[in-house]
């Protein structure tokens, strides 16, 4: 009997936005019919309802469960990211791999890089270590597709103080004589993307308490996808990742049981989208500047108590 299939709350010419749960949405998707999944799941951290679960072992249930399906729905081709803290990502990473080896038939193993997201400008109260960073699974099924192109960012000070050298005798890398440029598209994405994280006043933050830099998840939608290929995001929030894929021309899914955040996805989707870059894209440099400028105001701050 065919799946019944629910109506979505919010629509563009490229995605649809569903109000009901996401294990349930995703198990009435075909299989092997989605491009890239990009999930930021609740962290089981307790500080909102959504976010909280009876115990580390419900929350592990649940995990496997979703990602069972991705597992299922995900092409051949296809990648999953999963944001968390890393204290989190650390055990779910086997349970993302069992999830997405179950379905490729013998030997069609599954792979997994582990992505750093680190930000200087976060305020750091409390007595433990300071927190500057998250991470990001990049889980692949046994044919994923990477387009490091998309995702190249901004050379840094040191390469292009020296852009035109001759290879070492002893590099590994290229024939010799070789002489090294710099590629026009900017240097090769790494495993570490320094990106301020989101703070009250900037353009870009909305009301949602977890929302994601849009370039950020720009970054990795470019690289792990291609124009009209699909994706799905389980877990819309304040729905950075449609934000994404209409900049990028991706069709999109979404899924998010809040009405409240569906109607900020909404509303967020209706304004005319940025063509310039997203206020998060700034270049290392001034990141730093921006952490130089919190430090000030906060003592400022601390001044005037
Ligand atoms: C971590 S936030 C996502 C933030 C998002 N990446 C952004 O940039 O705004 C997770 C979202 O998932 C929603 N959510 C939690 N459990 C859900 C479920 N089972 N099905 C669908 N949405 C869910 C929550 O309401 C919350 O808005």
Sequence with gaps: MPQRRETPVFATQLGSLFGEDALLHLSRLDAETVDLVFADPPYNAGREAWDSFADSAAYL?????????VGR?????????VCGFSEVLADLKAVGLRALSS???PGANASCRWLV???RNKANLGRDWGRSHESILHLRREKFVLDVDAARVPYNAH?????????AESSRYGKKPYVWQPNPLGAKPRDVLEIPTLTNGMREKTLHPTQKPL???RRLVAAASAP????????????????ACELLSRRWIGCETDPGYQALIAERLSQPLATTPAESATPPDLAAEADRAETRRRAQRRKLR
């Design 103 to 105: 379905f490729g038939g």
């Design 61 to 69: 249930d649940w995990s496997a469960r979703w990602m069972g399906e």
């Design 159 to 167: 390469t292009l103080r020296y852009p035109v050298h001759p290879q």
């Design 228 to 243: 009209g290929d699909l994706v799905i995001d389980p877990f819309g929030g304040s729905g950075t990742t449609f934000v």
């Design 117 to 119: 997201w680190h930000y």
């Design 73 to 81: 729905i995900l092409k051949p081709s296809g990648s999953l990211f």
């Design 215 to 217: 370039e950020l998840v």
